[in-house]
Every structure is written in structure tokens, then in C-alpha cells.
């Protein structure tokens, strides 16, 4: 091999090297972008889950705005408390007020209770049988029970019950809004956790009609509303609707004289609470 | 002129069972009077129809109760002398409840007969008024998708038809109501097809029929000799024939362009039911208010085609042709773009064109497990619209539903079934293709 061509090849491959090198030396210094180091320490602090119930496009998002200061660390519902303050004291700003909001269920027509009318075969997701007649259930409204809610949750916080009905758990639930929009029934929304009087029912048939269909649906009587304080529950399209801009008049007095058991009180430890004349009503229905 | 010679066709599609034979002789009879009609708002493509009756009012037949909710939208008459008993919420086939009127038949009286024909009247109109006037007839597309008729007749501004092309393929198994439509009903077809040739200005029309019906090609080919405008070509009998883009395509050797309509080729579909009625009401200057439906299948006693007074509930009619203990399944329409429907409550609409009623027995033979995608490509070599269903199924199993949209041209696919009927996998592809669409819809309302 002939030495020359040996060091005329290392001498050419050592000078590409060195200009291309301060090129991109040269490079790093003109295009350097200047990136807050907060933002990753922020993000380092969030749950990582990119659920969106911010309102931000995901966790990185977020973080960003917080060290722009366009939101407050609290209004990531998903955040462990301690890393909240944690957020706050690193940037120096308050910390906020977190409203813990939950997805409530307007269905608690369960295959106890709920009949159908049809046996749906198929893709078994909701949203593959609501469009083959709608699925099967008696009542057009009513929760299919294939748990969409459950597999798109990314909090886990949605198990299905054995009457395939879908529970929220309100601790993991932070009200992303996952399940609003994977329900093609439309059943779930998102709420402030004191808000407990609650309708399980979306039926706007009356009387018979609904209850045919479900044991547990609202029939449109109305008796929750003359229970409850003035103004509290209205009537409409025969469904009861609670006004929760007066939430703090609300009381178990309400849901008493309920017939069915349609509306109901949720607590958090006991969970729904039915009021007597329904508790005699489905205790009969279960005996006879 | 005479019929052709050549069997026309498109490329693609696939040939099922026909089981035409259990109905195909038996004449349309009339059905008697439910004791209580149920007659939707919307039950057309378009606005929903708004009304106006109030409850207890009594109504003649053929009474107008609900007047259209827009250009795109019809109105609907009353199918019998009746009294309003409400105006509620009912159970449509797509599982939803929706507004509807509520008719209490008044069984008593003699129903009155429809008016006498005025030719003359009706053959003086100008397009423009003639397409107003097939509004208030409430006509829509009888084959199935019930778009409103008067809609495809008005031609807009810049575009032309130059044929009309008229849709007797009847390609879905089971399905007789258009083969005798066009046996029994020859001569209003042929007054229909002319209404449709001076609303559209068009120099001519094609009848396409399927080749598996020689007595109608045979019988309205005789009748086509009056009149030059008018031919019958016979078609090659496979499905989806009549699916109005393979006919197009089949009779006009013309290819309707993705997303496009039949107007983009200058021609005009219409279904030989729809023109056949039309061509009865109009002169009439009578409602829509019953139609031809064939009921039949292995779980029906008296399989049979029958005028239904529109809004009959599917219960009523079966009682009429007799339910079968054996039957499981209930089909508005047929086997292949058919729906299963959930409950019998529901009325006859007028889309539907068929009850096809299934037992055990052919439940039990259809495979239920499903396998995965083995990529053979036989749903390729079926869709008629030259789609990738394989490729559809597989993203729309993992919600790639805008990519499907805007790379594989999702909404080009019509739902014929030809790709979900060849799988040996048995892949609800079809299904697949419906969810991606409702959600894209869903999305797009949302916007």
C-alpha cells in the first residue's frame, strides 16, 4: 500500500472533520433555543397520563402553560396534592383551587333490572351494537353494558358491575371525559363531586311505557320535585331535572317517595342510596 | 326499440343465493287495516317533516298530516281515515326514538277510494312545478335509502341529464317487489318514467333489469315499443346490480367519480317502484301512503308481496302472514343491506321494501367465530367500489377512523356486504365500516 495515498486520505478525512465540526459548533451558538429548565421539572411533577381533562393537549402542554402562567397547578384534576403544592412553591404562585369534578352514569337500568327486547350478536363494543337496532336494550336510552366506558378509562377508575353496569370510582376518576365520549348512548357527564341528588335515568317515555322497558326508570310522576326544596327538581319531558345552581338545597328528603328508584342520593362511601318506597318496590318485584 | 343482446354489468360484486322462488309468483295483495298506524316524522334522508294535526283530530284518507320540513324533506298524508291519538315518540329500525304522529284507524268505515286520474293537468306542468308537485306526493326513493325523489329530479343549475336510468335489478336475495311492480304495475311505471323524462328534460331512458326476470324485460319491452324515448336492457344478475353507481356504470359504460353523484355523469337513477307509484299518485294528485313489501323467509307461513298501509307496525304484518315459533330474526329490507331489527313495534316506512324473517336453523349455520385477517384479498376482488376492505377492517379495529376517511375513502363504501360475505375469516367488515362512519359523523357534529 503505498504510504502517501494512506495520509493523504487520513489528512483530507481529519480536515472534513474540523470544518464540519465548527460548522455545527458555530450552529449550536447561532440557533440555540432557550428552553425554561421548569418546564421539565413541572412535567417531571404531573401524573404523565396526557388524559386532557386540563384542557391542555397533554401533560408537556400543560407544564408549559403553568410556566407561562396561563392556568394554576390545581386544574390538573389528576394530581396527587402534595405534588400541586410541590408545583406551586417552584414557581412561586398559587397553587389554586382543584374542583374535583366526576363522571356520573344517567342509566341505572342494569340486566336485573332493565329488560330487552333483542339478543344483540356481534362486535361487542356499545358503539358496534347501538347501531344494529340499538342494540337490544327495551328502553332506547339505557346503558348497553359492553363496557366501551371501561376499556377507554385511563385511569382505570370504570369497572363494570355484574348486573353490567359501569361504576365510577370516584378517587381515580379525574374527569378526562374519556367515557363522555366513547358512550354512545351518551350517558355520562362530568360533575362536581357534591353534587349527590342525582337522576340515573334518561327515559322521556311516561308511565307504563317505561316501566315495560326498566324497573328502575323514571316515569315522569314527579314526586321528587314536590318533596324537594322550591324549585330544586323540575319535570321535564317527563324526566325529573336538577337544578344544581341550587345543589345546596339538596337532601335525601327528595328521593323518598321515588317509585322506582330513578333518583337516587350518591354517596361516596355507600354509593347509590335508593329511598324506601323503591327499596319496598324492587324488594317486591324480586319476590314476586 | 328492442332489448339488447349483450349482458351489461360492472366489475366486481359477488352472486349470492337468490331465494326469489317463495315469492316471486305470489300477487301483490292488499293487507287489511291495523287498528293503529304509527307514522314517523323522519323517515327519509333530510329534514324531518313537521306537523300539522293536533291530537284527536280526525283525518280522511290520504289527508295530508305533516307538511315538509324543507326543500330536502317530504310530507306525509294519512295512509287511513283516522283520528290522531298522539303525536309522540317512536321506535325507528336504527334503534332511536323519534318524533311521530300517532293514527287510531277508524276500522268502522269504508275507506275512501283514491281520486280519479287528471293526465291532462299533470302533463301541462313545467319541470319547476312538476318537481313541486312530486314533493307534495311525499315521494322518496322506494328501494331502500328513501332520499326524497323530487330532490334527484331537479336538475341544478350547470349540470344536465341526458338519461334517465330506472333501477328494476331488485339484485338483493329474497327481495320480489319490484319484479312485480314491474309485472302488475307496467303501465304506471311507464307514466312515471315519463313524469321523470320531463322534470330532468332527459332524451331518454333506460330500464335495467336484471336477466333472472325474463317475464318483466319480456313484458316491459313490449310496453317500450310505444314509446322510442324509452328501452329496456337487460343486466347481468349479480349483486350489488342495483346499487345505482354499478348500474350507471353497467348501462352508461359511465363511472359516477369518488364522492360524486349521478348527476356529475348526467344521468338520473331512480328505482321502478318509485317511478311506478309516482306515476299513479301524481295525476291523482294523491299522498303516498302505502307500499309493496315483501315479506318472506324459511320463519313466515304465508310468504307473499303486500300493499301496507305505511306506519302498519311489523307485528301486525307478520301476525297477517304468519310468524313462525321457529323464528329468531327479523330483517327490515334484505339479506345483505338489510337491519336486524330489535323490537316489532316498529312500522313499515316507507324505505322499506322488504321483511325477511330467519329461524334456528339459518342462525345456526352462520359461523360466529371470527379469525383474524389471513390477507387473501377475496373482499378486494368483491367490493364494486374498488375499495381495500381488509385494509378498512383493520384500521377501523384500531379507531384509525379519520385516516380511513381520508386515505381509503371510507365513505365511498355503500355498505353493499360483498366484502363481509366472501371472508372466509367471517370479519363483520361491514360493521366495522358502519361504526367508523357514525363516529366520523359523530365528530364532525361536534365540531
Known amino acids: 500500500m503505498d504510504p502517501v495515498a494512506l495520509f493523504t486520505a487520513g489528512g483530507l478525512m481529519l480536515g472534513l472533520g474540523l470544518i464540519l465540526s465548527s460548522v455545527l459548533a458555530a450552529a449550536n451558538k447561532k440557533l440555540h433555543v432557550f428552553e425554561d429548565p421548569r418546564i421539565d421539572q413541572v412535567e417531571e411533577m404531573l401524573p404523565g397520563a396526557n388524559c386532557g381533562a386540563c384542557g391542555e393537549a397533554g401533560c408537556r402542554a400543560f407544564a408549559e402553560a403553568l410556566v407561562a402562567g396561563r392556568v394554576s397547578p390545581a386544574q390538573c384534576p389528576a394530581n396527587e396534592p402534595q405534588n400541586i403544592e410541590a408545583i406551586a412553591h417552584l414557581l412561586g404562585i398559587d397553587a389554586g383551587a382543584q374542583h374535583k369534578r366526576v363522571a356520573r352514569l344517567a342509566c341505572a337500568g342494569g340486566n336485573n333490572v332493565a329488560a330487552s327486547s333483542a339478543t344483540y350478536r356481534g362486535v361487542a363494543t356499545c358503539r358496534a351494537a347501538t347501531l344494529i337496532g340499538g342494540g337490544g336494550k327495551s328502553c332506547a336510552w339505557g346503558c348497553l353494558g359492553f363496557g366501551d366506558c371501561m376499556a377507554v378509562c385511563p385511569f382505570d377508575a370504570i369497572v363494570m358491575n355484574r348486573n353490567a353496569l359501569p361504576i365510577v370510582d370516584e378517587d381515580k376518576c379525574t374527569a378526562c371525559g374519556a367515557c363522555v365520549d366513547a358512550c354512545p348512548k351518551n350517558l355520562f357527564s362530568l360533575h362536581p363531586v357534591d353534587h349527590r341528588l342525582w337522576v340515573a335515568c334518561k327515559n322521556e317515555l311516561r308511565g307504563a311505557e317505561v316501566r315495560r322497558a326498566c324497573a328502575v326508570a323514571c316515569i315522569g310522576c314527579g314526586l321528587c320535585a314536590k318533596d324537594a326544596a322550591e324549585g330544586l327538581i323540575a319535570i321535564e319531558n317527563s324526566l325529573a331535572r336538577i337544578d344544581y345552581d341550587k345543589n345546596e338545597l339538596a337532601s335525601l328528603e327528595a328521593i323518598q317517595r321515588c317509585p322506582t328508584g330513578a333518583i337516587v342520593w350518591l354517596d361516596k362511601e355507600k354509593g347509590p342510596i335508593l329511598g324506601e318506597k323503591a327499596i319496598g318496590a324492587l324488594a317486591e318485584r324480586k319476590a314476586g | ?447
Do not use: W
Not at chain 2, 188 to 217: M, W, Y
Not at chain 2, 254 to 270: K, T
Not at chain 2, 301 to 313: D, F, H, I, Q, S
Open chain 2, 1 to 447: 326499440m328492442g332489448t339488447a343482446t349483450l349482458k351489461k354489468t360492472f366489475s366486481h360484486g359477488i352472486h349470492p343465493p337468490e331465494h326469489k322462488a317463495a315469492t316471486v309468483e305470489s300477487a301483490i295483495t292488499p293487507l287489511p287495516f291495523p287498528p293503529g298506524l304509527v307514522i314517523p316524522l323522519s323517515q327519509h334522508t333530510g329534514a324531518p317533516a313537521r306537523p300539522i294535526v293536533e291530537p284527536k283530530q280526525e283525518v280522511a284518507r290520504g289527508d295530508k298530516i305533516a307538511e315538509a320540513g324543507g326543500f330536502v324533506s317530504v310530507p306525509m298524508h294519512a295512509p287511513a281515515k283516522s283520528t290522531v291519538a298522539k303525536i309522540g315518540l317512536a321506535l325507528t329500525p336504527s334503534g332511536a326514538m323519534t318524533p311521530a304522529i300517532f293514527l287510531k284507524v277508524d276500522l268502522e268505515s269504508e275507506q275512501e277510494p283514491p281520486p280519479e286520474a287528471d293526465s291532462a293537468a299533470s302533463n301541462a306542468l313545467t319541470p319547476e312545478e312538476l318537481v313541486a308537485a312530486v314533493q307534495e306526493t311525499g315521494m322518496v326513493g322506494l328501494g331502500g335509502a328513501a332520499f326524497p325523489t323530487h330532490v334527484k329530479m331537479l336538475v341544478p343549475k350547470g349540470k344536465r341529464v341526458d338519461t334517465v336510468v330506472v333501477n328494476g335489478c331488485e339484485c338483493e336475495p329474497y327481495l320480489t317487489t319490484d319484479h312485480r311492480v314491474m309485472l302488475e304495475a307496467s303501465e304506471d311505471l311507464f307514466t312515471g318514467v315519463r313524469i321523470a323524462l320531463r322534470a330532468t328534460q332527459a332524451g331518454c331512458a333506460i330500464i335495467g333489469i336484471e336477466t333472472n326476470k325474463p317475464d318483466a324485460i319480456k313484458a316491459l319491452a313490449k310496453a317500450a315499443e310505444s314509446d322510442s324515448r324509452i328501452r329496456v336492457a337487460p343486466v347481468k344478475t349479480k349483486y350489488p346490480q342495483g346499487a345505482e353507481k354499478m348500474l350507471i356504470k353497467a348501462l352508461l359504460k359511465r363511472e359516477v367519480p369518488s364522492g360524486g353523484l349521478p348527476i356529475d355523469v348526467n344521468a338520473a337513477v331512480f328505482n321502478v317502484a318509485t317511478l311506478a307509484q309516482l306515476g299513479r299518485l301524481l295525476p291523482r294528485k294523491q299522498g303516498l301512503i302505502e307500499r309493496v313489501v315483501t315479506v318472506t323467509g324459511p320463519g313466515v307461513e304465508r310468504p307473499g308481496n303486500y300493499l301496507v298501509p305505511l306506519g302498519t307496525p311489523v307485528q301486525f304484518l307478520l301476525d297477517h302472514a304468519g310468524m313462525k315459533d321457529t323464528a329468531r330474526q327479523v330483517i327490515l329490507g334484505g339479506p345483505m343491506m338489510g337491519v336486524a331489527i330489535a323490537s316489532l313495534e316498529i312500522p313499515v316506512t316507507k324505505g322499506v321494501s322488504g321483511i325477511l324473517v330467519l329461524t334456528d336453523k339459518e342462525l345456526a349455520q352462520r359461523p360466529t367465530k371470527v379469525y383474524p385477517c389471513i390477507r387473501c384479498g377475496q373482499c378486494i376482488q368483491a367490493c364494486p367500489m374498488f375499495l381495500n376492505p381488509s385494509r378498512l377492517g383493520l384500521l377501523s379495529r384500531k379507531e384509525q377512523y379519520a385516516v380511513m376517511e381520508e386515505r381509503y375513502h371510507l365513505n365511498d363504501c355503500f355498505e353493499c356486504g360483498c366484502c363481509a360475505y366472501v371472508c372466509p375469516s367471517n370479519i363483520p367488515l361491514v360493521q366495522y365500516m358502519r361504526i367508523a362512519k357514525a363516529v366520523n359523523r359523530e365528530r364532525k357534529t361536534a365540531k
